[in-house]
């Protein structure tokens, strides 16, 4: 098959961890070990996210006293790319001597008349305490909203409307390579009435992105990997339910949170409407077992499971 997977930013550094290079480095090995045996099997195409670090890089800059202003998004945007594509570049380089690893750094085209800029919701950088959040947000601008059980700065996240170097990931497929791109969702940039493009002040999310790309490369699969085994129902409440195989329509029926779980479950929804693909939400380490449908939430068009060349029908409720 060919497979567009994404790694999720928690993936690669966890919330109560330091955002260390060692540390993240090592949680890239992690990813790695989990994401280079599907490699064998099928075409993989590796984005992934960058809230942790691209709020540490912008925590960075406003602090840098050599700086009239900060770095504007899209450039640190671009410096996450880097930064996270050369760590899965050289890892994956390391557990597939055999293969071709291309880390691509690629820009992602929004509308300048989103609605999104004018109602930031995309998480970025480390957690706070709420009275710590607020401060931050009275010294410098932010907008800050409650992730679970802490406060962090949210941005604006603007829809993706195309990869813009989506033809070269498909000419990096079709030579055999494993293709690592559109990191954080892909540098914001709009195009101006000359044609000519720009970026902006934004984070797009890498879900949403990763959905538009995989239904641009005809992928026969589309595989969110993040922190969680699955979807769960009333996630946080003794009631919490989780979801293991499902239609879009069915999943569409709840609400998920905006600035997490929203924005996977509408990737995959979007992506198996318009392809007839199948797409999976679920933890990283269990990638193989999701692919199998032994593990994760998965959405096919049928609401099915093939296990063992049986088709096993588990409804949603």
């Not at 840098?64 to 880097?82: C, H, I, K, N």
């Not at 984070?203 to 641009?216: I, N, R, S, W, Y």
């Not at 593990?295 to 949603?316: M, N």
Request: proline letters at 7%; aromatic letters at 4%; charged letters at 20%.
């Amino acid at each position: 098959m060919r497979v567009v997977t994404a790694l999720g930013g928690n993936a690669l550094l966890q919330r109560t961890e330091r955002p260390d290079a060692a540390i993240q480095l090592a949680n890239v090995h992690r990813a790695v070990d989990a994401l280079a045996p599907l490699a064998d099997q099928h075409e993989l195409v590796i984005t992934h996210g960058n809230g942790p670090q691209v709020g540490v890089l912008a925590l960075q800059s406003a602090a840098d006293r050599s700086l009239s202003s900060p770095y504007p998004f899209d450039v640190l945007g671009a410096e996450t790319q880097g930064m996270i594509g050369y760590w899965l570049l050289q890892s994956l380089q390391n557990a597939l001597p055999t293969r071709q690893v291309c880390a691509l750094l690629n820009q992602t085209l929004v509308s300048a008349a989103d609605p999104a800029f004018a109602d930031p919701q995309k998480f970025v950088g480390p957690v706070y305490e709420r009275a710590e959040a607020e401060r931050l947000a009275a010294a410098r601008g932010w907008t800050v909203r409650p992730d679970g059980g802490h406060w962090r700065r949210v941005v604006p996240s603007p829809r993706p409307q195309r990869v813009v170097e989506t033809r070269l990931i498909r000419l990096l497929l079709d030579s055999g390579a494993v293709a690592v791109c559109a990191g954080g969702g892909g540098v914001p940039v709009v195009r101006d009435e000359q044609g000519r493009l720009a970026g902006v002040e934004a984070v797009v999310d890498k879900d949403l992105t990763a959905a538009l790309l995989a239904e641009a490369l005809d992928a026969d699969f589309l595989l969110l990997l993040t922190d969680v085994p699955y979807v769960e129902l009333g996630h946080g409440t003794p009631k919490a339910e989780p979801v293991r195989h499902t239609t879009p329509a069915r999943l569409r029926a709840h609400r998920f949170p905006a600035g997490s779980m929203g924005p996977k479950v509408e990737a995959v929804c979007r992506f198996v409407e318009l392809t007839g693909g199948t797409a999976a939400i679920g933890a990283l380490e269990d990638a193989q077992a999701i692919l199998d449908g032994a593990a994760g939430t998965v959405v096919s068009p049928s609401g099915r499971a093939l296990r063992d060349g049986a088709l096993t029908h588990q409804e949603l409720r």
